[in-house]
């Protein structure tokens, strides 16, 4: 075998070096990767909302022996709990063998994602087309939105107070949804406008019909004919569409992407790739040493605020409901916990490769992506994690042999982003986001690579267990 020189010897000592895990895994890892990705595929189809992955979520627990928390009650090692806050944000807990004061591990994901809402008084009826009216939920760029399928998701809360969940446009036999778009013939001062204001906010408005009522002296016939519709199917009327939270979502399913199935190509995988690799690795944790509590936030792209958000006082409230039957405050808890943040961050594209730094971006294929701060400008809005916590995350990540990177979102000043990071870090706790890199964040159809999905699975299985 022929010997390595001094310089090799050193550079394999003392450089960081990450490589692509398709060279580095075996072909049972590969498999493995796989494997986990087609249920990754099938929790994405089943949830493209908050309100529908936290149904999912609460299925997929109660399978696994996990039942409602009682604050009153208190909890021995190995019982596993959720509280389903609001039907739109879900904690679940998994006790550990250790006192609740030496602190808990924390995963929190969020479940929201970028999306077109109705507003409260969608319909009108124009040039004899029904349309619904609409205001765009988180970062997009809004000419992503246009003429492509769209399906309808959400409730509806009638005036009797009844509940009625609607779902239009999964199925094959489903009708669709679209933004219309312009022709390129006729596009000429739609193509002078920059690209953010391309197809404006108060354009993307969802086209729901053509044909009329018939029957003659009547206005608005074809919106009419729409509302007899929904009415005869769901029983909803124009005001009910006040109390009621829709959504227009991609309506084609999670794909395998690339000629090697290597990535999936999908809507909604920031953040649920996360909330899916957080979840299984709390499914399937029996009786760790310190306490797992993982968290599927809503609003995260919206800032986080209001009472499912990660800014409101639930997680705060669970812990201390969670340590008062052992005489235990929330807050000692909470000094003395840990917190993987579990959000994606973006994956160098080699077509847009001039807003990274290539040396601290991070890659497809290459493993989880610690990211120590995110924020903007000055590192404005971010928890920014200790040197100490990223060397502790390191170790527990080394010992399992799991592959992870470091990644910034780009360039210093070009742009930035935040994350539940700093919400948590607010009340005492360690945090660093971990996650995996994405391609096309934020747009309709997002990519990742099905090894670094189940290698961010290994990472939240690490930490559940360190």
């Known amino acids: 075998m022929e010997e390595k020189s001094l310089g090799k010897q050193l550079q394999e000592q003392l450089a960081m070096k990450t490589e692509n895990l398709g060279m580095t895994m075996t ?33 997929l627990a109660k399978q696994k022996g996990f039942t409602a928390f009682d604050p009153a009650k208190k909890y021995t090692a190995g019982d596993k709990v959720y509280y389903n806050n609001r039907g739109k944000a879900m904690i679940l807990a998994v006790i550990g063998t250790q006192p609740l004061e030496n602190g808990v591990h924390i995963a929190a994901s969020h479940i929201d994602s970028p999306r077109l809402d109705l507003k409260q008084c969608p319909f009108y009826e124009d040039t004899e087309l029904a349309l619904w009216k609409t205001h765009y939920y988180g970062g997009i760029k809004k000419y992503q939105w246009a003429a492509i399928p769209l399906s309808l998701h959400g409730v509806v809360v009638r005036k009797d107070g009844t509940t009625v969940e609607v779902h239009i446009g999964e199925e094959l036999d489903d009708p669709v949804f679209c933004v219309t778009d312009l022709l390129p013939h006729l596009a000429a001062d739609q193509m002078k406008r920059t690209l953010a204001d391309g197809v404006k906010g108060e354009e993307l408005n969802i086209l729901i019909g053509s044909l009329p009522f018939r029957e003659d002296d009547l206005s608005e016939r074809v919106k009419l004919n729409i509302l007899k519709i929904l009415y005869d199917k769901y029983g909803v009327t124009e005001r009910d569409f006040v109390s009621a939270e829709l959504e227009m979502v991609p309506a084609y399913p999670a794909r395998d992407l690339g000629l090697d199935r290597s990535m999936i190509g999908a809507y909604g995988q920031d953040d649920r790739v996360c909330a899916y690799t957080s979840l299984m690795a709390a499914l399937e944790c029996d009786k760790p040493k310190t306490t797992l509590v993982t968290v599927f936030a809503d609003k995260e792209e919206t800032g986080s605020d209001g009472n499912t958000g990660l800014k409101a006082a639930y997680l705060k409230y669970f812990i201390a409901d969670l340590a008062k039957p052992y005489g235990v405050e929330g807050r000692t808890v909470l000094s003395n916990s840990t917190c993987l943040s579990a959000d994606v961050n973006a994956a160098l594209d080699p077509t847009f490769s001039d807003v990274h730094d290539r040396r601290n971006a991070a890659y497809l294929n290459r493993g989880v992506v610690l990211t120590k701060y995110t924020g903007a400008r000055g590192k404005s809005g971010t928890s920014d994690a200790s040197a100490e916590f990223v060397a502790q995350i390191n170790r527990i990540f080394d010992a399992e042999n799991v592959a992870w990177q470091t990644g910034e979102l780009g360039k210093v000043d070009h742009g930035g982003g935040g994350t539940v990071a700093a919400y948590i870090a607010n009340l005492g706790v360690d945090v660093i986001d971990m996650g995996v890199p994405v391609l096309s964040m934020h747009a309709p159809f997002e990519v990742t690579s099905k090894l670094d999905v189940y290698m961010t699975y290994r990472g939240f299985a690490a930490f559940a267990n360190a």
């Open 27 to 59: 072909d049972e890892e590969l498999e493995k990767a796989f494997r986990f990705s087609e249920g990754y595929k099938i929790f994405l189809d089943q949830g493209k909302t908050e309100r529908e992955v936290v149904t999912e979520i609460e299925i």
